[in-house]
Nanobody
């Protein structure tokens, strides 16, 4: 059984940065897919960014080069570095992962992984 635990959310001012972490516990995950989603109040959940071990990657149009996913396999942890945050980025952020590869861009965009974190609140406000 794999569990994902997020950390790193909080309140920041516009233009500032945050790094979210997602740590996996349980059996060795060996994730093929790592992703972050977010959901703002009254809005649908949306994909922030995703990468696969096979080299596919995607991000939401709103990212505009501001956010980056990275991973530390030795720590079973992956990250979302968010720079130049805007008030519109305010949301609950969820990490997501899977042991099953996504081999097409369509599947990467439309099929979330099997494992979810509990969510961490990010608030961007002056």
């Amino acid at each position: 059984q794999v569990q994902l635990v997020e950390s790193g959310g909080g309140l920041v001012q516009p233009g500032e940065s945050l790094r979210l972490s997602c740590t996996a516990s349980g059996t060795s995950p060996s994730f093929k897919l790592m992703a972050w989603y977010r959901q703002a109040p009254g809005k649908r959940r949306e994909l922030v960014a995703a990468v696969t071990s096979g080299g596919l990657s995607t991000s939401g149009n709103f990212v505009k080069g501001r956010f980056t996913i990275s991973g530390d396999t030795a720590k079973n942890t992956f990250y979302l570095q968010m720079n130049n945050l805007e008030p519109e980025d305010t949301a609950v952020y969820y990490c997501n992962a899977d042991r099953v590869e996504r081999v097409t861009m369509a599947s990467l965009i439309t099929i979330p992984g099997a494992y979810w974190g509990q969510g961490t609140q990010v608030t961007v406000s002056s």
